[in-house]
Structures are given as C-alpha cells and as structure tokens.
C-alpha cells in the first residue's frame, strides 16, 4: 500500500500519485486558516480601503478561490478536483488579518490541499498588496483546522476551539 505509512510513496519509496478509483465519492470538507501580521496602521489602511493598489480584501479573496480551483497544478501528485464550493473568509484586526478558507467537493478525495493553497494564496495576495507600506508582514499560523469525509471521517485540531 504504500511506504512507511506515507500514501504518496510506493513500497519501494518511489513518489506517486495515489490511486483513488476504488473509493466512493463523498462529501468532503476542509478547513484550513492563516494569520498575516503587520503593522497597525497597515491593518487601519486595510479597514479603510486606502491602500493604493485598491480592494485588497476583495482581490485576495478571489486569490484564494482561484488557487484553490487549480490546486492540482501547483501541487505535483494532487488530484484534480470538481469543487461544489470555496469560501474565504478574511477578517482584519488590530495589527493582523485573519483568514479562512472552507472548501466542499463530492469526490473520491479530501480537499485539504485545496483550503491550504487557497488560504496560501490569498495571504500572498495581501502581502502583496501592501508590501509598499509594509515589508515586515509575516505569514504565520498556516494550517488545516477540520476535514470530514471519506474514509478517514472528521478530524479537528486539538487547539482549534469548538
């Protein structure tokens, strides 16, 4: 089945793709978060839509859900997925901007590569944006927070609050 518990490795540790022709097709759903911190009045220019390059929050999430569309050709052995839905979310505070990204599919396989990579992408897109004014942003906190479906079932990250 694979090597060393990794599905991505075959029993000799040869990358592959894993093959997902004999499951069934389920509703899968992931969620994955990130926070960028900057400075405060960089988040300030974010709440009051004067950051010259125009509607960061607007582009970033549309950013996120077109990253999230073409996962499969950023990330070599992903598949190609039929997405039902991609929402992100971003939520500005006082020095930082939070994101999530929930994303749905009915099909053989999870979704979680699709919510990171969204969630990725559209903290990139708010540091691009706005690293005229602030170089210092970091991207932090990039993780999976949920998935449920498949065989697997629901899993949850212990600090994520319920």
């Known amino acids: 089945m694979d090597s060393e518990g990794f599905t991505h490795l075959d029993g000799e540790g040869r990358a592959r793709m894993v093959d997902v022709g004999g499951k069934d097709a389920t509703h899968r759903r992931a969620v994955a978060r990130a926070r960028i911190v900057m400075k405060s009045d960089t988040a300030t220019a974010l709440i009051s839509g004067t950051v010259p390059k125009g509607d960061v929050l607007a582009v970033a999430r549309v950013a996120g859900i077109q990253a999230a569309k073409r996962t499969s050709e950023l990330i070599p052995l992903c598949h190609p997925l039929m997405l039902s839905s991609v929402v992100v979310d971003l939520a500005v505070g006082e020095a930082w901007v939070d994101i999530e990204v929930i994303a749905e599919t009915i099909e053989r396989t999870g979704v979680e590569m699709e919510a990171?990579?969204?969630?990725?992408?559209?903290?990139?897109?708010?540091?691009d944006m706005c690293k005229s004014?602030?170089?210092?942003m970091s991207i932090e906190s990039?993780?999976?927070?949920?998935?449920?479906?498949?065989?697997?079932?629901?899993?949850?990250r212990d600090d994520h609050p319920a």
């Open 133 to 136: 004014r602030d170089r210092s």
């Open 116 to 127: 990171l990579t969204a969630c990725s992408v559209a903290a990139l897109t708010v540091y």
């Open 142 to 156: 990039l993780g999976l927070y949920e998935k449920s479906g498949g065989y697997s079932g629901e899993w949850c």
